[in-house]
């Protein structure tokens, strides 16, 4: 269950930036040459592994402590993971 606060500072947000901890990260085990060859291998890593846990961070001024030529920013960082840590059974499967 996501907490209220955590919630409530998304609202509050500026901006939220996130991120996905995936099961793996490429398919194979390559060398990536140029932006387009790397890219599409991050693409399918993507598309073939599962995300595991997701980042959150929720960032906004704080007008305290701002001035007209900085900003002083508040961050709220948060991890939530995608599948529960505590179960009943844990199961590992190969085929």
Not at 2 to 7: C, E, I, P, S
Not at 18 to 46: M, P, Q, W
Not at 75 to 84: A, W
């Amino acid at each position: 269950q996501v907490n209220k606060q955590v919630l409530e500072e998304v609202r509050r947000a500026e901006f939220v930036a996130f991120d996905l901890e995936l099961t793996g990260l490429h398919v194979k085990n390559e060398r990536f040459i140029g932006v387009e060859r790397c890219y599409s291998a991050h693409r399918e890593g993507a598309q073939t592994f599962l995300p595991v846990q997701v980042g959150l961070c929720a960032a906004r001024r704080d007008p305290a402590k701002s001035t007209e030529t900085s900003a002083h920013w508040i961050l709220s960082p948060v991890s939530l993971y995608v599948f529960p840590q505590k179960a009943a059974e844990h199961h590992f499967s190969v085929s």
